[in-house]
């Protein structure tokens, strides 16, 4: 199946300040998705981005495709962001290897 | 429009007790899907289904059964709880594959 790797691990930013996440695949991508898993455990779907660019809000994300990367940008950073970012690709080729496959996560913290 | 809701958010079983995860969807998803999440093991997948009456394992199905008799509900059950099940559970229902709805998680210690 697809090796999804993210960086940075971890990432300490101050308050107001811009970000970007990286995630590369090993493998063409179908149904790429970025996730926040805030301190409370809770996962929410930030962008479904098999392709292109969108942006919502202070965040935006690129998938490229054709070279195997994603990044999702933060801008003018809130406590509130502070968490995991998680990205996965939903694969399937039959059989059981139906599933998201996730990255490890950035491990973000944003302080006042 | 509630998205995925998932009871109980918290349980405590004792060894070799059964018990029953309830996962409801009220986006008309097909896919529905169960995972575990632990720490350095990442999220990993239970079981899933394409649709009201198929199901088929994941990763890690082992101790877990699940059934889909409509579309928006897909239980999952321990058959007889183990330490080793200890762990938060997530459900998530999916259109097509694309943007998963996550519930907001069980977590369950198994003593």
């Known amino acids: 199946g697809i090796q999804v790797e993210q960086s940075p691990p971890d990432l300490i930013l101050q308050e107001g300040a811009n970000s970007t996440l990286r995630c590369n695949f090993s493998d063409s991508v179908n149904n790429l998705q970025w996730f926040h898993q805030n301190p409370w455990g809770q996962l929410i779907n930030l962008f479904y981005?098999?392709?292109g660019t969108k942006q919502n809000g202070r965040l935006s994300a690129t998938t490229v495709a054709t070279e195997r990367y994603s990044l999702l940008y933060i801008s003018s950073s809130q406590t509130t962001d502070s968490g995991v970012y998680f990205c996965?690709?939903?694969?399937?080729?039959?059989?059981?290897?139906?599933?998201?496959?996730f990255g490890k996560g950035t491990l973000l913290t944003v302080n006042p | 429009n509630a998205g995925v809701t998932q009871t109980p958010k918290f349980q405590v079983l004792k060894t070799g007790q059964s018990m029953t995860l309830q996962c409801a969807q009220d986006?008309?998803?097909?896919?529905m899907s169960w995972y575990r999440q632990d720490p350095g093991m990442g999220l990993r997948l239970i079981h899933y289904?394409?649709?009201?009456?198929?199901?088929d394992q994941g990763e890690v199905p082992n101790g877990y059964n699940v059934s889909r008799s409509t579309t928006e509900d897909f239980p999952l059950r321990l058959l007889s709880a183990a330490p080793s099940q200890t762990s938060v559970y997530f459900c998530?229902?999916?259109f097509g594959g694309g943007g998963y709805t996550f519930g907001s998680g069980t977590r369950l210690t198994v003593v």
């Open positions: 289904s394409v649709g009201a009456g198929i199901t």
């Open positions: 981005i098999p392709s």
């Open positions: 986006m008309n998803h097909e896919y």
């Open positions: 998530a229902s999916s």
């Open positions: 996965a690709d939903h694969e399937w080729s039959g059989g059981s290897n139906y599933k998201l496959t």
